[in-house]
């Protein structure tokens, strides 16, 4: 969905600025999305050493709620 940019990975340690859609999501919400990509990390042997969390530019926000608008199932 676009919501990684800058990954870097050293010797299966990976920092990362995770971005979101808008400033007004929950900080339950932010700690479940960045658990859930330390999970996916540990899941193949490697580690995250660092999250930055930043908001997406307006043209990440256009192209995350376009991929969005096409997979929802609601």
């Known amino acids: 969905m676009g919501m990684v940019r800058d ?28 658990s859930s990509l330390k999970k996916a990390a540990t899941a193949t042997g490697g580690t995250v050493k660092d999250v930055k969390v930043e908001i997406m530019t307006d043209r990440e926000r256009q192209a995350f709620l376009q991929k969005e608008q096409a997979n929802w199932k609601g």
């Open 7 to 34: 990954i870097y990975v050293k010797e299966k340690e990976a920092t990362m600025t995770f971005v979101l859609p808008f400033s007004e999501v929950p900080q339950e919400v932010r700690d479940h999305m960045i």
